[in-house]
């Protein structure tokens, strides 16, 4: 016998008058056939403030909450969840950007998802909604067994304050070390880091299997591996410094969520240090300090690819210790790229600077200078001036012009980025692009117009380090 497809109109109504369609990538209202075993899903929702959407499936959409703390399997830990108004069944599969302007703008992926069973035999969800408390049992791929939703007391009508639970069962486990305090921390002052405490011995890496770069096959386990390898030559240019996040929890590939995180969610574990800056606007953003293999790690699981950190230490933000000229071939030719990298380091050399090369992991150069003199400011008018005279000795070959349409077949160099709060891209960072390449150093030698950026990958980079007799970073040795 066919089943037949209730729709909901009213449920959805608040939902459908939230939204315009046409702009939005979301699912409409439009009804679906329930499922057998009904369903739950929890999407990371990167919107004006992170927070996790929490829904349940009944009566032919999902039930729906805000929750403001990534969920937790300790039952000591109380989630504050608020209710918000249904969603289509459809929406259980939804990851994506939703567009600036529109309701709940951000990046939204899927944090878990599975079925659940009400295990309140006298009354059903809508019913328990109407009570004020839900008890039921997740089956999930990083929740599972019992939990519960419970209203606050004297809660009633729209955004309504609930509190997610979850039960004292086999699954259920103490995580207080990696909780937030439950006061609100003090005002950091401008540029200090938040002490940590301290970090586990070992990472476990969640759904290993899932692959980060489809055209290669190579899986989140790939990544861990190969970040674990490389983690002693990497953290040196990662440490004291705020790190911007560049995360892309399911992959590389079009429609995949894709999205830069600076500031640290209150979920993440304590033992993880911040660092704590105010913007020109004057929101307080609290940045990671990827001090150590554990935190490395940690952020590799929550799906980061790439790290970008700035040019100067969180104890002196205003003063880097490297210059960076970034080489970008736009439609150049990669051997264009390396004739005005080797042009910069013979006019670096007749000034008494040491210098280090290395690939960008896409499709240009960085060259990076140990710097000692002075602040941002300083460093960008050097910087500046040194780029424009190779400019001006190789007037085919390379511009310090910033507008695309006057640059033509010329090399742009870049020197933009040595700014505060600007990031730059470190050495033996993975990139998040097709071939899963490598930001790799390279001895003066091996440049060569022949040499081919993209053979530095995640598989090719560790053989590569284990077979070199010497440091190409080694002018760099004494800034890191």
Do not use: C
């Amino acid at each position: 016998m066919p089943v037949t497809i209730k729709p909901a109109p009213a449920a959805l109504g608040e939902y459908e008058a939230k939204r315009d369609f046409r702009q939005t990538p979301e699912p409409g209202p439009s009804p679906a056939e329930p499922h057998k075993q009904p369903i739950f899903v929890i999407q990371e929702h990167h919107a004006t403030r992170l927070h996790y959407d929490f829904r349940l499936e009944a009566d032919g959409v999902l039930k729906s909450w805000a929750v403001t703390n990534e969920p937790s399997l300790d039952p000591a830990v109380k989630r504050l969840a608020i209710r918000v108004e249904d969603h289509p069944l459809a929406y259980a599969g939804f990851r994506g950007r939703i567009p600036e302007g529109h309701y709940g703008a951000g990046e939204v992926f899927i944090w878990d998802r599975g079925t659940f069973e009400n295990l309140d035999p006298a009354r059903d969800i809508a019913a328990g909604l109407d009570a004020g408390k839900l008890s039921f049992a997740l089956h999930g791929e990083k929740l599972n067994g019992r939990f519960s939703l419970v209203r606050m007391r004297g809660e009633s009508g729209k955004k309504e304050r609930w509190l997610l639970i979850k039960g004292r069962d086999g699954y259920a486990h103490s995580n207080a070390a990696a909780e937030p305090p439950t006061k609100k921390p003090a005002p950091v002052p401008k540029g200090n880091s938040k002490p940590a405490g301290r970090p586990p011995t070992d990472i476990e890496i969640t759904h290993p299997d899932k692959v980060l770069f489809p055209d290669e096959g190579y899986t989140k386990a790939d990544v861990a591996a190969y970040y674990r390898a490389v983690a002693d030559r990497l953290l040196p240019f990662l440490k004291n410094r705020a790190v911007t996040l560049e995360r892309l929890p399911d992959g590389v590939g079009e429609g995949k969520p894709h999205f830069w995180q600076k500031n640290t969610p209150a979920s993440y574990p304590a033992w993880i240090p911040r660092a704590a800056f105010e913007t020109e606007k004057g929101k307080r953003v609290e940045y990671a300090l990827v001090n150590d293999r554990p935190t490395l790690m940690y952020l590799v699981n929550q799906g980061a690819l790439t790290f970008h950190p700035w040019l100067s230490e969180v104890g002196s933000p205003d003063r880097p210790d490297f210059v960076l000229f970034d080489l970008d071939p736009g439609r150049a030719a990669f051997g264009d790229a390396v004739a005005v990298a080797k042009a910069l380091h013979a006019a670096l050399k007749t000034g008494g600077y040491e210098a280090a090369v290395k690939t960008s992991g896409k499709t240009g150069l960085h060259v990076l200078v140990p710097w000692s003199g002075g602040d941002f400011a300083a460093a960008r008018s050097w910087a500046l001036g040194v780029a424009e005279r190779v400019a001006r000795e190789r007037p085919g070959a390379a511009t310090t012009d910033i507008r695309k349409a006057k640059r033509g077949n010329r090399v742009y160099i870049d020197v933009l980025q040595n700014a505060r709060g600007h990031h730059a891209v470190p050495p033996y960072v993975l990139r998040a692009v097709p071939g899963a390449t490598v930001s790799t150093p390279l001895r003066w030698a091996e440049l060569t117009p022949d040499l081919d950026p993209k053979r530095f990958t995640i598989k090719t980079v560790p053989a590569r380090l284990a077979r070199l007799k010497s440091d190409p970073l080694a002018a760099l040795s004494s800034a890191t």
